[in-house]
């Protein structure tokens, strides 16, 4: 190559480089003015909130911003259903080579079969924290279910234990009571599974991925809360895309509703 074309290349090469980088750090200046300025946003509505709720003291309100779950149904295709179908068929042959399912070495639902038990050993110890855990969940309408896909994350593992709570039925029919319990209608571009009012599989049926998550702003709640008496009732900032809004500059992040969530129920503020 021609030494002037060569340099000509390298100055260009260098100018690329250059413009991301100060792309990327104007990026990030930007990101990091966003969460400061939501922060800012959050304390200003829990300080107006307790403003006038002269009845709670801050130390009796753990606030929360918790994300918002896709809302939008549309008719289940069949071509979902034939996906979900032989997702099921494979996960369950698999599932049949197993005698129990402490056979099962390899899965993607082992660390949250252990997650799940320990967090049923908590709720079993205080169901008050169970009860708040609920219905934030229901105010969040299922922000985690939108990767569940054709697939639910459903695995051997899963197949097996639905296997071990039926065990009158043999894996076809194990296959049909998945199948039977698809909605018409599911939330779009979410979970097979996802409907309106929530999960159409009852809990014996779900992944322990699903039965087992909570998100970090919920986790957060469990540590701090499990030595506190009475429990901290939940003032909780709903926004439009909280996580994903506070990695992109550019997405709409907004406040969608700030919820009092306690044991005895939720109040819109």
């Given at each position: ?197 929530g999960c159409s599989l009852p809990k014996t049926l779900r992944s322990d991925i699903c039965n087992a998550y909570f998100c970090d702003p919920l986790l957060e709640y469990h540590r701090e809360s499990s030595s506190v008496e009475p429990k901290p009732a939940v003032f909780a ?33």
């Amino acid at each position: 190559m021609p030494e002037p074309l060569f340099l000509a290349q390298l100055t260009g090469l260098k100018s690329r480089i250059r413009d991301r980088k100060v792309y990327q750090q104007d990026r990030e200046r930007r990101i990091l003015a966003r969460v400061e300025g939501e922060a800012d946003e959050n304390r200003r509505q829990l300080d107006s909130f307790l403003a006038m709720r002269t009845d709670l003291d801050r130390r009796d309100v753990h606030p929360m911003v918790i994300p918002v779950g896709r809302s939008k149904v549309v008719p289940l295709s069949s071509a979902r259903i034939e996906k979900y179908r032989e997702h099921l068929l494979a996960v369950a042959a698999e599932a049949e080579t197993y005698l129990s399912v402490a056979e099962v070495c390899e899965d993607q639902n082992l660390r949250p079969s252990v997650n799940r038990a320990l967090h049923e050993q908590r709720f079993t110890q205080d169901s008050r924290v169970q009860k708040i855990s609920d219905r934030l969940c229901a105010a969040c309408r299922g922000a985690c279910c939108s990767s569940g896909g054709e697939t639910a994350y459903l695995s051997p593992l899963s197949l097996r234990k639905a296997s071990d709570a039926y065990p009158a039925l043999d894996t076809a029919e194990i296959v049909s009571l998945y199948l039977s319990r698809l909605p018409s209608e599911s939330i779009e571009h979410a979970c097979i599974n996802q409907t309106a009012s929530g999960c159409s599989l009852p809990k014996t049926l779900r992944s322990d991925i699903c039965n087992a998550y909570f998100c970090d702003p919920l986790l957060e709640y469990h540590r701090e809360s499990s030595s506190v008496e009475p429990k901290p009732a939940v003032f909780a900032i709903q926004r439009e895309a909280t996580f994903v809004g506070t990695l992109d500059p550019d997405t709409p992040n907004g406040i969608i509703d700030t919820v009092l969530v306690t044991e005895d129920g939720v109040e819109r503020i």
